[in-house]
């Protein structure tokens, strides 16, 4: 196995709002180099056209030749698979061995992964990254949330998944919407283990004094 392989990341997007986090984490993950691999569902191209009015192509191959060429990186870098290509190396524990990120992950996805659906190749993938005790983050977006959502995000914790809600905080005072995506995609990218310079670690480069309380 290579090692171009082995630093594969699997971003799988799904239709909950919140495509901007996927297109800047793609954006951010291709330009420093990495290769990734993304997977599209039905409803996240819907969405994809009513947030950010883009129009992802339906086919694998042209999604990432659309992305790779919308980001002006090498075509290496991209690629996709559809979400009933059961042959993708994702939907196999002797395949992939990289993480697996489902951002946005909707409720549905959440409740399919947590119970073991594996219904498509976004589940499969998710599937996959449990039971081979590799990474796998969740990024829900969704409010508020039901006792449903609660417990399934429970389960997934419990089996080794990461939910790190798309919510972003205020302490670096954004003045942009971008900022707001950039400190979600930061933490991403912080639990992937990648150098980042969208958002400093807290406490660094800060002019405080030390708190009484």
């Known amino acids: 196995m290579t090692d171009v392989i082995q630093e594969r990341i699997c971003v799988a997007i799904t239709g909950a709002s919140g ?4 297109l800047r984490l793609i954006e951010v993950l291709v330009k420093a180099g990495k290769p990734v691999d993304v997977i599209i569902s039905k409803a996240a ?3 994809f056209a009513t947030e950010v009015n883009l129009a992802i192509p339906a086919k694998p191959q042209a ?3 659309f992305l790779a060429k919308h980001f002006a990186v090498d075509a290496n870098l991209v690629r ?3 979400r009933e290509d059961w042959m993708a190396p994702w939907a196999s ?3 992939q061995p990289g993480p697996v990120v489902v951002c946005p992950c909707s409720t549905g996805t959440l409740s399919a992964i947590a119970t073991g659906a594996s219904n498509n190749l976004i589940e499969r993938a998710a599937d996959v990254a ?7 983050i969740l990024v829900p977006r969704e409010t508020p949330y039901s006792e449903i959502h609660l417990q399934n995000m429970l389960s997934l914790t419990r089996m080794g998944a990461v939910i790190l809600p ?3 905080g205020f302490y670096h005072q954004p003045e ?3 900022q707001l995506i950039d400190f979600v995609v930061a933490r991403i990218l912080n639990q992937l283990n990648i150098s980042q310079q969208l958002m400093p670690a807290w406490g660094k480069d800060n002019d405080h004094q030390e708190s009484n309380v």
């Open 130 to 136: 449990l039971k081979e005790r590799r990474q796998l």
């Open 19 to 22: 495509s901007l986090y996927a």
């Open 80 to 82: 996709a698979f559809g």
């Open 166 to 168: 798309a919510s972003p």
């Open 176 to 178: 942009t919407i971008e």
């Open 93 to 95: 524990g002797s395949g």
């Open 45 to 47: 191209q819907l969405v």
């Open 63 to 65: 999604q990432a030749e």
